[in-house]
């Protein structure tokens, strides 16, 4: 039967092996990607990727803004009803400010 020490020595022996065939194989498939991008002329956005140099403006999982439901007579500010509450409406009785629909 292996010491403990004898079998420590294997492991990283072997976690060795494994890097350096990971390394390799790494490499192997990003060559054939390249290949197949190359050869199919694939472009970063068709993978899912921003074009080098901008930014991404998909806005995960972020909702779309709300209608406005209200509206400040004297300046035309609006609010949706979400949130904090402007400092036009506090207090006071929503729908004199509602938005006819």
Do not use: C
Not at 49 to 66: E, V, Y
Not at 67 to 75: A, G
């Amino acid at each position: 039967m292996a010491t403990y020490r004898q079998l420590t020595a294997q492991l990283e022996k072997l976690h060795k092996e494994v890097a350096v065939a990971r390394e390799k194989e790494v490499a192997q498939v990003v060559a054939d990607i390249k290949l197949l991008i190359e050869e199919f002329d694939i472009t970063a956005e068709e993978l899912g990727f921003a074009a080098p140099g901008t930014k991404n403006t998909k806005t995960k999982g972020r909702k779309p803004a709300l209608p406005p439901r209200y509206r400040n007579p004297k300046t035309g500010e609006t609010w949706s009803g979400r949130g904090r509450s402007p400092g036009w409406i506090v207090g006071k009785n929503r729908e004199r400010f509602l938005i006819e629909s």
